[in-house]
Nanobody, 115 residues
Framework: QVQLVESGGGLVQPGGSLRLSCVASGSMFSIYFRGWYRQAPGKQRELVAGITSRGRTNYADFVKGRFTISRDNAKNTVYLQMNSLKPEDTAVYYC?????????WGQGTQVTVSS
């Protein structure tokens, strides 16, 4: 079992920045993918960014050049640095970890971009 706890969400003005953190506890042995998803009201949950156990990253087109995913293996933490935020980035952001046949989710952290 893996438990995930996100933090770092909040209210920010357009053009601002936030950094989300996701701390994992439990057995990380089988985890091969760590990612961030988001879900806006009335919309489906969508992948924002991900990083594999080998360090390969991928990003949704709508965040390329603005968001950066990174990890600190010693701290079992994955980060999402979000710059140049837009109102359409407003959503609940969820941390996700995947292993063979299993997926774990955090409780989500609200990000609101508004003036």
């Amino acid at each position: 079992q893996v438990q995930l706890v996100e933090s770092g969400g909040g209210l920010v003005q357009p053009g601002g920045s936030l950094r989300l953190s996701c701390v994992a506890s439990g057995s990380m042995f089988s985890i091969y993918f760590r990612g961030w998803y988001r879900q806006a009201p009335g919309k489906q949950r969508e992948l924002v960014a991900g990083i594999t156990s080998r360090g390969r990253t991928n990003y949704a087109d709508f965040v390329k050049g603005r968001f950066t995913i990174s990890r600190d293996n010693a701290k079992n933490t994955v980060y999402l640095q979000m710059n140049s935020l837009k109102p359409e980035d407003t959503a609940v952001y969820y941390c996700n970890h995947e292993g063979v046949g299993v997926a774990y989710w955090g409780q989500g952290t609200q990000v609101t971009v508004s003036s």
